[in-house]
């Protein structure tokens, strides 16, 4: 019984990868919501089973970044890499867990790094988190496919640095300083942060994210009681600087 329920979800999961448009070589930035799996089986091992297949789909020349933020150090003021888990759910610890020296040194936003194209990625540390230099300008110079496993598209980080390229108004710059600790050192670091501005609710909003789904460029696919979602930085980034141009509260609007 467990085999046939196994073979179940690696047929579904297949499936589903198809639809979003997942190829042999490319780079993805997975946004997961563990429930999405834990519905079809209430078991951690189907977690290495996502991953296996998901491995397996984008070949060993592929690479995946998996967020495993942590919100606390812009009130702590501390981040352990080894300590600090992620604060964005189950199958985000999971990755980290499983590849505990993969994770990037930013005490904000960090990411789990798997395939060999990205190991030079792992001990950077950017100083402005969403800016021209970090490690989302890098997802979007490389095209990487942006993949919401059973999360909505407003979970996209990705739109953050979005919001910083084009100069949103409801946003600005804010220095953050603290400490790291990287296994036996402690060391002192400072971010430069785009966070809201306070008088304004600038939570970012699925409403209009969703009627730019075309299912070519901005794809969603069912998977169980979820949707799923995939689409790629350069196409992203194209389509939300002609959106916030003509509408500046585009990604906040209800």
């Known amino acids: ?8 979800l690696e047929k579904k999961l297949s499936i589903l990868f198809d639809k979003l448009n997942i190829k042999k070589n490319e ?11 834990l519905q079809f089986k209430n078991n951690k091992k189907i977690f290495n089973i996502f991953y296996n297949l998901l491995k397996k789909k984008i070949g060993k020349k592929g690479s995946i970044a998996i967020p495993t ?4 150090f ?8 080894l300590k600090s888990k992620s604060n964005v759910g189950m199958l985000s610890n999971f990755f980290l867990k499983k590849f ?4 990037t040194l930013n005490p904000i936003f960090s990411h ?20 021209e230099n970090s490690i989302f300008s890098f997802f979007e110079k490389k095209n990487f496919k942006i993949v919401c496993f059973c999360c909505q598209p407003s979970k996209i980080t990705f739109l953050h640095y979005l919001e910083k390229k084009n100069n949103v108004f ?18 002192k670091t400072k ?30 696919e069912n998977f169980g009681r979820f949707s799923c979602y995939s689409v790629n930085t350069k196409y992203l980034s194209k389509e939300l600087k002609k959106k916030l141009k003509k509408t500046p509260k585009f990604l906040i609007n209800d």
């Open 191 to 220: 971010i430069k942060y785009y966070v809201g501005k306070k008088n304004i609710d600038y939570s970012l909003k699925d409403a209009n994210l969703i009627n730019m789904i075309d299912n070519k460029n901005f794809i969603e």
């Open 112 to 131: 789990t790094l798997i395939g060999k194209k990205l190991y030079p990625l792992i001990r950077k540390n950017d100083y402005d988190i969403l800016g």
């Open 27 to 37: 780079n993805l930035v997975l946004h997961s919501n563990s429930a999405g799996l």
């Open 100 to 103: 505990p020296n993969r994770r």
């Open 1 to 8: 019984m467990l085999k046939k329920k196994n073979n179940y």
């Open 74 to 81: 812009t009130k702590t003021k501390y981040f352990d890499y």
């Open 170 to 187: 409801y946003r600005y710059d804010k220095i953050f300083r603290g400490k790291i600790r990287f296994k036996k050192f402690l060391y």
């Open 69 to 72: 933020y942590n919100y606390d």
